[in-house]
């Protein structure tokens, strides 16, 4: 697996140490399956799990297979490993064994799913890279009814093409993949659960197990008896089952726990009882169960019945991802009394209890506001332990319902939930009982009992609802409320939640008495709905030419060439790289302070493993820090968890410093900005200022964005031991900047380092500059102690030190006259950090006029200086910013405008290395890295189509400095346009020197004019090269040729918001792009795919946030959303605009790779329709500022209604203010 997940569980790594493996359980990466022996039944069940937080001991007796042990290149490959390959489901390679197992563990359990199963089962995957949409479409092939491709006809904006415009020769192609060819699943083909392993289970009940670690020891005991003793004698031991809550405190949060209790073998903890009265679920039942039982009891009893066990269904749908559910625990959720707990809330609402056992006895604790508080007894003792949980049928006149918001959908933390439960007089809508419970809001789930006691007695009305909002509202205004900064939004969604709650009631009550109740508005009837998770339809359009040979691979959907090895995890990425002898590990110590100067060190630490290599105090050379992660100094020691442990030990004093600024306003404040401020400038601004009427003025902030890569920043650097030769294997887009890095750092000529790489998981201008600065690191301290030195950076540290996109601030001056605009004046500032990046306010203001034709535009831009980490590059490079500033005044000047895109890059030379082998095979080179993009699959194209032979005799290596020297960083999409150039020249060159054989020997083969030639002594290898293209700017006169030619591409998108929580759903997306004559379709829309989706989430979800010491709180899947596949348009089609010629790149194609991303703004856009239309509605005015990203929370707050005005005017006590 790559980054290997499987390795580490290989490599066996301790995870009795809290260190563990570097992910955190939220993106899926690390999933494996479980098989276990199923504690009661002897049958085995296959669970999906992530690697990351399991700890090995628990996997005691079962069974584990690795996406390895499923299918390899070497045997078989296994049909999941097939279809997503064979589907382009893979880009870098680096989520799809997660993805693979996923569906595999869903396979093993269905054979035949259903497509919400399969939306279930991905739920938990995170890929940063495709958008989804292929690898959907590969697991579709395994239900009945697969590949449903949806007609576009529901559209009006739809109509067919016309056939006279196209191309005679060419003809419009649907299809990337082929079904047929696919190997057929076969359920019997799979492995079985070893038969020893279920005898084992069989006789396991016998004995205690204990392991010992280096600091952790972990027990197994086998009866509750044992299991209470040991609670006794260890109170302060956790009971570990599932470890999603233990696991990340102890590896993210400093907490040790010298003993550890795991209750897995307890049968009195897993056992279930349905009774007349209700269900009995065990503590270490997972989540997964008890959705399955409760969906179980929900088709059988009675519908009255079963609210409360409805109530927690409609939780778990979206409460983690299938792996967490598979692995948490119904105990271990309600234990902890987390704020976020979405179960807490629903139980402790449908009157639930908690059956405890200690040495002293049983008790029945009710679950409700005592002991979610903790109040006087109601807490668990520590030698406690919870056995099960009594969830009981609900009753006629009884209704309950749980509500969640998150920032996604699914898989991320609600911000609010909450439960609530009403119970009528029988007959009656008088509220005979009532119990409200919040999430969120304090550090524990809470009740609002006053509010609902004040409200027994009551009719279920608009005036009840009215009074219980004002009434919640001032009960839930507690001490410490305000802490996140989201407080309005916290308040509204209360409020809008029990607005949600009258309604479904009223909705019940009408249902239960019809003659009583009119019918609701239907206005409110889409308020009862929620939004669901569909498997998207999708259709890709592209133009291929029927005369083409049928053995040219130019232009044809070609598989990527490492997808198949991507999916079976035999995709080597920097830390799979072979453990070298001795080999250390590196980890780095980073900055706590904003803004101060260092005024001592010392490294405190003596411990066996460690070989730290500075001094003992004052060891550093840096004497000043500008932000929270910067790098300060770095440890190495004999494994990656003793390094980090390592660091902790080193202290730091610091004297702080003045001022510390965080955000673009306080630079502005303190006229912090880099030099030059850029201007860009046309027409007469100032004079048609004077002259136009209309005016209109605002500004929008698009906030940064985080790289989010799969694979985190990795570096392995090897010295020689002769002549100061160094290998450095690194994850980077730019390894001659990390070669020339490395050898001025240590002070040797550039020919001594030789950089490699040969894929990375993900970089997205991320790893263009950043992983020089770790492989100097490294070198430093691979020429220091003489060995191997490996630094991978754990999620949480790459994203605090290496920074992301650049916030962006526009302001607008815009003149314009019956819908013409005639002027415009712009000033933007982005957010450079303490390190300027001139290039993207440049690029910025270069593209800012997007595919508008302005007559009186100026640009202004400027860089501002901050005390968080330097930015960087990040796809697109200043357009997605600017571009978004300039489609905001567009919009609201137009009342309708057509939103197109153009971008355009500038261009640079480089070369490649072709060499023909005596046997006809070729080995190419280049200067591109393989980042997902398809770089390598397109070179093999265009080495196959120049040299006229098939792709299987062309093998594309590693990039590296040894065979290509001085390249570009492979960035700005133009990967293709410049290596596939100098490859093309290499090729020529080699067909110029074998023409002549070939002349003479037009009937020979490839492999006889290649033998030929070497007997001629003709040389097989060849240099190619190509100097780019002539682009200037001249930033003095404001003049130049920066962009040889433009990518245009538009989009349409359909978005449907929830108004009273801010959530969104997106609809539909058809996007048409113009990428030239495609050199691979499938790549392509692969790449506008997964750019939109990535836009999508740098517009609509993707929020970082800061403490006011300016420290990165969004540091992990946790707490930073990427769009997973609940964010994925319902409807989303590509087409390739077909007849596009570009005789400016070869074969007439275009770049692709970043354009297509400010695409993801036509749902913004669409988002920012829906909140006028509903403010229209209520008759407040269309103009109105939305921000980048439009969270749920900007979307709730814009679409002001009673309940924001509720919340705004504080409690309010208005019997004037209605609801409807
Ligand atoms: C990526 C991720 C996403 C998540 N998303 C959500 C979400 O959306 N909504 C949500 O509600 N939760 C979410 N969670 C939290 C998750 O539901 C809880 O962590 C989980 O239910 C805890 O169960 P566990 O078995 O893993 O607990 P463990 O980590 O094994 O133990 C947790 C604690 O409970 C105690 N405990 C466990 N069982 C007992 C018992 N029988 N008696 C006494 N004490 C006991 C242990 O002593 C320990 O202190 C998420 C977690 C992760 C990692
Ligand atoms: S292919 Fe999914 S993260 Fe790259």
Redesign the pocket.
Known sequence: MPGSPGGALVWGSPWLDPWGPRA???CGLLCFILHLAALLLYNARHYSA?AC?IPICSLYGAAITTVEGIGNTKSRIHPVQERIAKCHGSQCGFCTPGMVMSIYALLRNHPEPTSEQITEALA?NLCRCTGYRPIIDGCKTFCKVSRSKFNNQNCCLDVEENPSSLDKEKVICTELFTPEEFQPLDPTKELIFPPELMVMANDQQKRTLIFHGERITWISPVSLKELLELKTSFPR?????????????MKFKGVFHPII?S?ARILD?NLVNYTKNGLTIG??C??ALVKDILENAVLELPRENTKVFCALLQ?LK????QQ??N???????I??R?T?????PVLAAGNCTLS?VSLRGRLQIPLNEQFLTGFGNAI?QPD????SVHIPCSETGEFVSAF?Q?QRRE????IVNAGMRVLFKSGTDTIMDFSIFYGGLASTTICVNKSCQSLIGRCWNEQMVGDACRLVLEEVSIPGFTQDGRAEYKQTLIVSFLFKFYLQVLQGLRQMYPCRYHDMPVRWMSILQDFQTRIPQSSQKYQVNPEQLPQDPVGRPIMHQASIKHATGEATYCDDIRAVDKELFLAVVTSSRPHAKIVSSCALFKMAHSKQYFHQSNFFYLLQVNCVGQIVCAVVADSDVHAKRATVKVKITYEALEPVILTIEEAIKHNSFFDPERKLEQGNVDEAFETVDHVLEGEIYIGGQEHFYMETQSVLVVPKGEDKEMDVYVSSQHPTFAQELVASVLNVPSNRVMCHVKRVGGGFGGKVTKPAILAAITAVAANKTGHAVRCILDRGDDMLITGGRHPFLGKYRVKYKLGKVRAADIKSVTESSFFPYPKIMETALLRMDNAYKIPNLRFWGHACKTNLPSNTAFRGFGFPQSALVTESWITDVAVKSERQSGSNYIFYWTNSLVHIYTDGSVLVTHGGVELGQGIHTKIMQVTSHELRIPTSYIHVCETSTVTVPNTRPTAASIGTDINGMAVKNACQTLLKRLAPIKEKNPEGTWREWVREAFHQSISLSATGFFRGYDTNMNWEKGEGHPFEYFVYGTACSEVEIDCLTGDHKNIRTDIVMDVGCSINPAVDIGQIEGAFVQGVGLYTMEELTYSPKGVLCTRG??QYKIPAVCDIPEHFSVSLLSSSQNPRAIYSSKAIGEPALFLGCSVFFAIKDAIAAARKERGLPGNFTLNSPSTPEWIRMTCVDQFTKMVRNCFLKDPRVHFL
């Not at 979206?318 to 991802?321: A, C, I, K, S, Y």
């Not at 692995?327 to 959720?333: C, I, K, P, R, Y």
């Not at 406690?384 to 056995?387: A, D, G, K, P, R």
């Not at 898989?411 to 609600?414: D, I, M, S, T, V």
Request: aromatic share 0%; net charge negative.
């Open positions: 955190r359980g939220g992530n937080l938990g031991a956790p009971l570990v089952v599932g470890n999603t809550s233990v696991g990340p405190d209790i209750p903890l503590a270490s997972s989540l939780q979206t409460l983690g991802g967490i559910r692995m948490a625990s119904l105990g271990g959720n234990i902890q987390h976020t707990s979405d179960l807490n405890v668990l406690e332990i919870l056995v969640r998150a898989n991320a933390l609600p899947p946790d």
